[in-house]
């Protein structure tokens, strides 16, 4: 992989990892409910595809998914499903949202196989 395609995806992890999802948009009428939902469930899965795994919404810091790896190979595999039908689903998100799907996919697949590259 290019130094700039490196950048590039290293500059969107950041961004990824920077976002907050707060319900200020949706009560100032710029995102509806649904909306802020699916863009949560999104950065959540992304994220974790990608390998960042948190388990901070749990009032005890309980660890929810004792297992990393489990939860990672099931955000990719969600990411990497084609299934519209669900609206959780990387694709049907992905619609409503207006993103374009293949490329976020090409994105993460690109960083996973860095990732795996740099180790």
């Known amino acids: ?9 290293t500059a969107l992890v950041q961004t990824l990892l920077n976002l907050k999802i707060k319900n200020s948009a949706c009560r100032s009428g710029a995102r509806s409910g649904e909306e ?3 863009l949560a469930v ?4 992304v994220l974790g595809a990608l390998g960042f795994v948190r ?11 004792p297992n990393k790896d489990e939860l990672i190979t099931a955000d990719r595999e969600w990411v990497f499903d084609d ?13 409503q949202l207006k993103f374009d ?5 090409r994105m993460i697949k ?8 740099s180790k």
């Open 101 to 105: 799907p293949y490329a976020a996919r």
């Open 42 to 45: 999104f950065h959540d899965g």
């Open 55 to 65: 388990n901070t919404g749990s009032p005890v810091k309980t660890d929810l998914w």
């Open 1 to 9: 992989m290019d130094l700039d395609r490196q950048q590039e995806i």
């Open 83 to 95: 299934k519209r039908g669900d609206i959780y689903s990387f694709m049907y998100i992905c619609d």
């Open 110 to 117: 690109d960083y996973i196989d860095w990732k795996d590259f």
């Open 36 to 38: 802020e939902l699916q």
